[in-house]
């Protein structure tokens, strides 16, 4: 508990009082944000704003989990490393994406298919390492069933070791590419991507440390013994969390309205890995779906346009997606955009939250 609270706190200070030095730091090596012309005309004013603010961020959270470790002598187990992985790796695709667009200056980096290359290899990494470092229980930090709020009867290896481990690699890869992408689709006006994902991380804080609570291995009771989790590492996944919570929230002292810095590619990317591996790592892949329910609105609101736009030809549903932006183009101001997101964001957070906790009650 001690080394959570150390965490995040940590993490919060390095980002409140040291991202105005980054800031200026990365105006001098001329980090700006590019703004699309196609976007909304408001948002020309925010051109040459810093960016790649996510590595602000990434520093914040390694530097205050290992310190916060550290202080307390605990040993550094192997699923918040995965998940810290997750992050810095993603942040690397992000950060290639970021420093093509200033070095250019226009709004596309990577290629898309570039992009998607470099997921899909962290991710793989990601998904056989997470089947590795079995603990004295012979719990790996992931599992090759099909979860939902635990483990269900749908295990890719019962299709045979090789199939269903290539099914499970493939099924990590869409998980991750999918998260982040739409972490990075919500990420488009100031404080919305990171104060949603304070939301949707903030959750595995709790579920992390319910589920070391209620853990099969000496956190619950002997009469909740039917009900208790089989997790490896659940309250070092709760401390990771806390780490990125605090972090984030520190940053959106800087990123909220008018923003000073934004998140980028490599802090958006980086976000929605570690949201897509602390779900995978805690058996809550398809929770996800309600935990971060904002982004699953946002990036299907992109795909519901191309799809409507490619089969009637030119018309399209929204003024302009992703969803955010046709309310922009209504007449909201962007504040209010913004916070109505949040409130939608936490409500979907609180379903799936409460989703997790009526499990355990019905049990």
């Known amino acids: 508990m001690r080394a959570l609270l150390i965490a995040g ?50 520093l914040g959270v390694l530097i205050s989990f290992f310190s916060a470790k550290l202080m307390v002598g605990e040993p550094i187990t192997a699923s918040p490393l995965l998940v810290l992985f997750m992050m810095v790796g993603l942040g690397l695709v992000g950060f290639v994406d970021d420093f093509l667009k200033t070095r250019n200056q226009r709004s596309l980096g990577l290629g898309g ?8 290899l962290v991710a793989g990494v990601f998904a056989y390492l997470s089947l590795q470092f079995p603990n004295r229980q012979g719990l790996t930090p992931a599992s090759t069933h099909i979860s ?3 483990d269900t009867p749908l295990d890719f290896m019962a299709l045979g070791a ?9 099924w990590i890869c869409l998980i991750v590419a999918a998260t982040s992408n739409s972490v990075n689709v919500t990420d488009g006006l100031d404080g919305l991507a990171t104060g949603s994902s304070i939301l949707a991380i903030g959750s595995f804080v709790v579920i992390g440390f319910w589920q070391f609570n209620q853990s099969c291995f000496g956190g619950a009771d002997a009469a909740d013994q039917y009900r208790c989790y089989e997790i490896r590492d659940p309250l070092d996944l709760a401390v990771v969390s806390a780490a990125i919570v605090g972090g984030l929230i520190g940053f959106l002292w800087w990123n909220t309205s008018p ?6 590619d490599t802090g ?22 309600l935990i971060g329910g904002l982004f699953v609105i946002e990036s299907g609101s992109v795909i519901v346009q191309r799809v409507f736009f490619k089969l009637t ?17 209504k007449g909201w101001a962007e504040v209010t955009v913004v916070v109505r997101f949040w409130i939608i964001g936490g409500l979907l957070v609180a379903a799936g939250v409460g989703s997790f906790y009526l499990e355990w009650l019905a049990r």
């Open 162 to 170: 090789i199939v269903g481990t290539a099914l499970f690699v493939l």
């Open 113 to 120: 298919w570039a992009k998607i290359t470099g997921q899909v």
């Open 268 to 289: 958006s990317l980086a976000i929605g890995g570690a949201i897509a591996a602390l779900a995978v790592l805690s058996r809550t892949e398809l929770l996800l779906i």
């Open 259 to 264: 923003a000073k810095i934004f998140l980028g």
């Open 148 to 150: 939902f709020i635990r």
């Open 9 to 58: 706190a940590m993490s919060l200070a390095f980002t409140l009082f040291l991202t105005p030095l980054f800031i200026r730091l990365f105006k001098k090596l001329g980090w700006g944000q590019f703004i699309r012309d196609d976007g909304p005309k408001s948002h020309h004013a925010k051109r040459g704003t810093a960016t790649m603010g996510g590595i602000i961020v990434i």
């Open 313 to 329: 030809r030119g018309k399209r549903i929204f003024l302009m997606s992703p969803i955010h932006h046709h309310f922009e183009l």
